[in-house]
């Protein structure tokens, strides 16, 4: 019987965040292994990838909780990420927008291995895309980055920036709160001494001219880069929604995507210009799968505006998220929760039934 018991309990390892992060495991430079990873299994087949559950609570604000599964064969693990987007967080409550929580199970019995925090991986994920984009095609000199949007994604956007080129110094940043410049600052300055930052008191202008790297993270709707701010060999990684006007888009050398096919069925710029026959799939020059593996070049010269958007891809936060996970256990860290001891009916159930 109580071979019997021990056979059938079911635990998992629980991560929060601060543990997570205790354990070593907020590395950019493991994300972004991870995530090429990843993309080289998905490219070979080695990966599930079910479409995505979204439930949108409010069309206006975009409120919603997405459902985002996929399983890594080799590893044989399934995962699924549940994510929050309520971008009036910040305003209405001063909290913040997303929040995520990651299962992790086996495929071998289907028993759940991690329950973890899944913030901190999705907006590693986020920014490990970016940084992977910029490390192919921003140019190697690229000394200078300017923000529009000053939350979490940009914050996370910036050490990501900087694991692939470290040869940044300067930092401009501009939002819609000059509060929130100054945040992003103060954050930012203690992990990052060397970098010169500056606050652009709300002027969005003065965050883009003369950068060499543009990254947009707004939850804004609205085309707020323009054009004719954008320097010659200038890298753009394009992160929330609509946020750039339309002659950002018919100005790129190269728009270079996550994954095309994902990109554009939703509502970032690039998929309005497709809806609106501003462009077509020939104008995307490739996905970034094709650029790390050599089936397409990254920049060739450093005069070329490089325009990249990346939607998210769940097997990318679920290969980073096991990279975390085993991690973190190999560092000692981790709580083991138990689902259930026995299975239901070799339990004492005498007198708690009701029926
Ligand atoms: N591409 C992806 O894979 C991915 C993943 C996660 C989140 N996102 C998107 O990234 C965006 C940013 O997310 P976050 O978590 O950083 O949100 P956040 O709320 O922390 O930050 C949003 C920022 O946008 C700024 N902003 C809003 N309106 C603006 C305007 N009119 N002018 C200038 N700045 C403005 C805000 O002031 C704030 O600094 C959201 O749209 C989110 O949906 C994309």
Redesign the pocket.
Known sequence: MKNNMSKNAIKFTYLSQEELIEAGAFNLKMAIEALHQGLVKFKDEQILFPEKIVQIFNEETQERINCLPATLLDEKICGVKWVS?F?P??IRFGT???SAIIVLSNIINGYPVCVMDGTLC?NMR?AA?GATAADKLAREDAESIGF???????KMHLIGMKAVRPGLKVCRV????AE?EHGFISGLQRIIPDMEFVACDTV?EKAIRDSDIIVT????Q?P?LKADWIKKGAFYSH???WEDEYKVVQMADKIVCDDWNTVKHRTQTVSRCYKDGIINDSNIYANIIDIIDGTKMGRENDDEFIYFN???LAYADISIAYSMYRHAVNQGFGRELALQETMIFDKNLAGKIVF
Request: net charge negative; hydrophobic share 45%; with cysteine.
């Open positions: 987007c971008p967080n910040p913040q927008n997303l999705s986020v895309m529009i949007g000053a939350g979490e994604q940009a501009a939002s819609k709160y929130e969005l993270a707004t939850s804004a609205a707020l992160v929330g929604g990346a939607v998210g």
